[in-house]
């Protein structure tokens, strides 16, 4: 289940990066959209 995780939240960072230049990062809706994914999941 880890690397399933760490590939997720690395895909999920990359795109929100993407979409903001690269200048911010949100941590916490980063982690409830890997919440709802995991959620979704199990």
């Known amino acids: 289940m880890a690397p399933i995780f760490f590939s ?3 895909f999920l960072s990359m795109k929100s990066i993407n979409k903001q230049g690269g200048t911010k990062f949100d ?3 980063l982690l409830i959209k890997l919440r709802k994914i995991l ?4």
């Not at 959620?39 to 199990?42: G, I, P, S, T, Y």
């Open 8 to 10: 997720i939240s690395r």
């Open 27 to 29: 941590g916490k809706s």
């Open 39 to 42: 959620w979704d999941f199990f």
